[in-house]
């Protein structure tokens, strides 16, 4: 296919060029249709002209987004690099194509593959060195400076060394060590290191063949952060400071950006060939939705933030709290002297919550994972409502078998805390009262609620998610309401053979939520409102052709079995959810920019024009910019006005259990998201349906 900026004179246009030989070669072209600028195909070849574009700013292609890497951020003291650099899209939106960017960073490590390898064989020795080696790399994404291009570790080649040869394109053999020296003037230094195997992906869908990269582990650069990075405070705080922009910061980078490419002299000729040129920034007009009142057992409050919030939550009865008469708290030898504080804050505050905790059993055991497993299965008897464990670390190790076993094997609710949590005594009460908040949730309870106008309904969540430990296995998870005031909830959780993001097993979940829900109500909602978490605009079509009809049949199948008197037919919508979005949207007060507020709605102008979407920002955000969410109702048989459904949304906000504030998605998204997390990284089977009335995976 041949894209032309002008159409040529004729139809048909022959054109003919002499090879050095003296051979003449003829090439026929034909005018086959000319593309409107609405033309799908059309932004598709403008979001090709901009990546050349921004490749002659001297931009490198990761992923989906463009890194400079000319200007690196360094955060020395934590051994991190920062790449700043763009994600940009050209789409077409309800009245012109519009150019969309936002600010990035690409996280880079100051440590080679070869210097993690050679501290891992200090730490684990001779003996386990390869298989420690394999454990920590495979599956991450290493990037290589001498040519600014990603890979991933798919293994690890010991017996090929720097000073083997490889063959090059043109037949000729060549060892490592003189390639690199050749081609990019690069010495290296260890010549026993192996090399690292990188499976190339195909530009060519019906291409058999398997290509692969070999990589020198001291020219690679580990890219991301480790677990232990990401759960360092201080690190996160210094990154939090150069990623994290103000609205006026982000508008200025993004103008900077538009001023680059219309200033620099190959980037302008390239637009202008195109007749492309860039207009103004867009203005558009949002509404904001009025705030919630948050409904206790015994009072209402409107509260102003999330510490406000938090404080009240401490001082209300709860809307509803079983008692915790029988559970056990199991911690190693070290941990006893912060367990009597603890008991002391958690039942002074479960008490001003409704939340009754008596005197737990006490189990001592000695650090280790297989002691705790052991005293879970000698000491939890069928009337064990919970079991607490106080860990010294947060290793997986110790972690992962405990909820394994509690949520499969042998099924009670758990809550697993840090000693180190524990030791924070000046905060102690704030620790307790969330403690007992999850806790009060495992045990099926609700603590609190919204107006919900209207009447008999359901309000589900799916995402799905890859298993950490199990290739080509898909974690799926679903999170239906199971009463009218949506306090209580039905999970539901399956492990699935599959390479996409698609499910199968959705008729199953949704006739065994709606069975739920009749048992609780005698009858079927009139109501049903799922949201899809997890998909991109490429999967939409395949949502609406494989996931939406088994949704579609389970819903008229429960229909048809009730009684048709009580049960009319449920009537289904489908909003797919995506937290991720590039358009990023700032109110202008005061001669500047700031974060618009929570419940803010935009629904014209940035939306599509054959879609039926909105944006909703819920929170706040009081360091850098709010990311809004972006809805798009792929189907709808409720017929609810796009206000209502749009003010139904916001609602569902403020319904997550686990934060005492709004969040960023409605609460049946974040509840299915957080079961497909613990599956996915802990459990790695599906959990037992004893436990599908209660939320014991917070």
């Known amino acids: 296919m041949l894209f032309l900026s002008e159409k040529l004179e004729e139809k048909v246009t022959e054109l003919s060029t002499e090879t050095k030989k003296g051979e003449t070669i003829k090439m026929i072209v034909t005018l086959t249709r000319e593309l409107p600028s609405s033309s799908p195909v059309c932004t598709q070849v403008f979001n090709i002209i901009f ?16 890194y400079n890497p000319s200007e690196p951020v360094e955060i020395s003291q934590h051994k991190l690099s920062l790449w700043p650099g763009f994600s940009v899209s050209i789409s077409r939106f309800e009245s012109s194509l519009l150019f969309s960017a936002d600010v990035c960073y690409k996280v880079l490590r100051n440590e080679t593959v070869l210097e993690l390898m050679t501290d891992l064989y200090h730490r684990t020795g001779l003996a386990t060195f390869t298989q420690a080696c ?24 010991w017996s090929v060394k720097p000073t083997h040869t490889f063959q090059k394109r043109n037949g000729t053999e060549i060892t490592y060590v003189d390639y690199y020296k050749q081609q990019y003037d690069i010495t290296l230094s260890d010549l026993n290191q192996p090399v690292l195997v990188s499976l190339l992906k195909s530009k060519r869908n019906d291409d058999p063949e398997v290509r692969i990269a070999h990589l020198m582990p001291e020219l690679c650069f580990l890219t991301g952060m480790s677990r232990q990075t990401v759960s360092d405070f201080r690190v996160m705080k210094s990154l939090a400071e150069v990623m994290h922009l103000s609205p006026l910061d982000r508008q200025q980078q993004l103008a900077r950006l538009a001023d680059d490419i219309q200033r620099n002299k190959d980037t302008r000729y390239e637009l202008e060939s195109w007749g492309l040129h860039f207009g103004c920034q867009k203005s558009l007009t949002g509404r904001v939705l009025p705030s919630e009142k948050i409904l ?38 070290g941990a006893e002297s912060v367990i009597e504080s603890f008991l002391s804050c958690l039942r002074r505050v479960g008490s001003s919550m409704g939340f009754n905790v008596d005197y737990p059993k006490i189990i001592r055991v000695q650090d280790s994972p297989a002691s705790f497993l052991r005293a879970i299965q000698q000491h939890v008897v069928p009337n064990i409502q919970l079991v607490m464990c106080i860990l010294s670390s947060n290793q997986k190790s110790c972690y992962d078998p405990i909820k394994k076993y509690l949520s499969s094997d042998c099924p009670v609710p758990s809550q697993c805390v840090l000693t180190r949590t524990l030791n924070k005594q000046g905060m102690m009460m704030s620790i307790a009262t969330k403690i007992a908040m999850q806790m009060t949730c495992k045990l099926g309870g609700e603590l609190w609620a919204v107006e919900i106008p209207l009447k008999s309904l359901m309000v589900v969540g799916i995402d799905v998610c890859k298993d950490a430990l199990n290739k080509g296995t898909a974690v799926v998870g679903f999170v239906a309401s199971s009463n009218p005031v949506i306090t209580r909830w039905y999970s539901r959780c399956i492990l699935q053979r599959t390479m996409t ?9 949704m006739i065994g939520a709606l069975k739920k829900w009749y048992k609780h109500n005698h009858s079927l909602p009139t109501r049903v409102i799922v949201y899809r978490d997890g998909v991109g605009d490429g999967q939409l079509k395949t949502l609406l052709e494989y996931e939406v009809p088994q949704l579609v049949s389970s819903v008229a199948e429960s229909s048809s079995n009730a009684s048709p008197s009580l049960c009319p037919t449920s009537r289904l919508s489908v909003i797919v959810v995506r937290k991720k979005c590039v358009p990023r949207f700032f109110m202008e007060m005061n001669h500047t920019l700031q974060n618009p507020p929570s419940g803010t709605i935009v629904d014209s102008e940035a939306t599509r024009p054959d879609w039926y979407d909105f944006y909703l920002i819920s929170q706040m955000a009081r360091q850098g910019t709010v990311n809004p969410t972006y809805y798009n109702v792929i189907y709808d048989d409720n017929g609810l006005k796009p206000d209502h459904m749009q003010r139904l949304t916001f609602k569902l906000c403020h319904l997550y259990y686990n934060w005492s504030g709004l969040i960023s998605v409605p609460a049946p998204c974040q509840y299915a998201r957080k079961l497909t997390f613990l599956v996915a990284q802990s459990i790695h089977k599906e959990p037992s349906l004893e436990l599908a009335g209660s939320l014991f995976y917070l």
Do not use: H
């Not at 510490?307 to 911690?331: E, M």
């Open 501 to 509: 993001d698609v499910a199968d097993c959705l008729k199953v979940f």
């Open 296 to 333: 206790m057992q015994d009072q209402t409050f409107q509260p102003a933030s999330a510490a406000d919030w938090f404080k009240d939550i401490r001082t209300c009865r709860v809307l509803s709290a079983p008692s915790l008469t029988k559970w056990l708290i199991i911690c190693s030898n």
């Open 51 to 66: 990546k050349k574009i921004l490749k002659k700013l001297s931009m490198y292609q990761i992923g989906r987004n463009y």
């Open 134 to 157: 394999e454990k920590e790399l495979l599956g991450l994404i290493v990037l290589t400076r001498y040519n600014n291009k990603t890979y991933r570790i798919d293994d690890i080649d």
